[in-house]
């Protein structure tokens, strides 16, 4: 079966101090990755996906990036945080397009300081 | 662009009783899906229920169902026979090609 993992769960991190989030998908071959950002209260911020190994699409423009260095692979980074890059970030991943829907990691609670 | 819109921050229901939740989406797509997330205190999305807008039959999974109104651009979710463990906020979402909106939330409490 097909298993989704996100890791850290919690991470506080000084202003200015870089950011590197994992997700990792097992049981499937060339899923669709994203990565969501969910504000305190507040429904889900599409910021990046990804079709295939290299490629990258981005929703939003700000201080984060992503990448996918392998097939099963998806990182969120950031060079420096903001306060407002705190939230609750998501990672999840679809078959084709997502119209079965998309299948959630658990979450990484970010809190910048 | 597509939004979705859930016009109800906060509602709440007694246990074993029904409850509907409200969500209007809109989008230039022909072909689209619609989905209902659940998302408990563990903060893990659940996915609750799935419709396609080319399917005139509404969703039904155990006691959640949905009401979806095509030309209305509606999809209101509803719970049957409540119960304490469906306490969590319920997120509507608006799916097409890699592009899946959310609206803001319901956050819904079951009471004892």
């Known amino acids: 079966s097909q298993t989704i993992h996100q890791w850290p769960a919690t991470l506080v991190q000084p202003v200015g101090s870089p950011l590197s989030l994992e997700c990792t998908v097992e049981g499937t071959s060339n899923p669709n990755l994203y990565w969501y950002r969910q504000a305190a209260g507040r429904g889900l911020q599409l910021l990046f996906y990804?079709?295939?190994?290299?490629?990258i699409s981005s929703e939003v423009p700000q201080n984060l990036s992503a990448s996918r260095p392998q097939d099963r692979q998806f990182i969120l980074s950031s060079k420096k945080l903001l306060l407002s890059d705190s939230g609750f970030y998501l990672c999840?991943?679809?078959?084709?397009?997502?119209?079965?829907?998309?299948?959630f990691g658990s979450g990484t609670r970010l809190t910048v300081v | 662009a597509q939004t979705v819109t859930q016009s109800q921050p906060e509602m709440s229901v007694q246990e074993a009783e029904t409850v509907t939740l409200s969500c209007t989406y809109d989008t230039s797509e022909s072909n689209y899906y619609l989905f209902w997330y659940k998302q408990p205190p563990s903060r893990q999305m659940i996915l609750v229920i799935r419709q396609e807008a080319y399917k005139q039959q509404n969703a039904t999974e155990n006691r959640f169902s949905v009401n979806f109104q095509k030309a209305a651009k509606s999809f209101s979710l509803k719970i049957s026979d409540s119960q304490l463990g469906d306490t969590a906020m319920y997120f509507c979402?608006?799916?097409?090609?890699?592009?899946?909106?959310f609206g803001a939330g319901t956050r819904l409490t079951v009471k004892p």
């Open positions: 990804s079709v295939g190994i290299g490629q």
């Open positions: 999840a991943w679809s078959v084709g397009t997502g119209n079965y829907g998309y299948t």
């Open positions: 979402a608006l799916s097409n090609n890699n592009d899946m909106r």
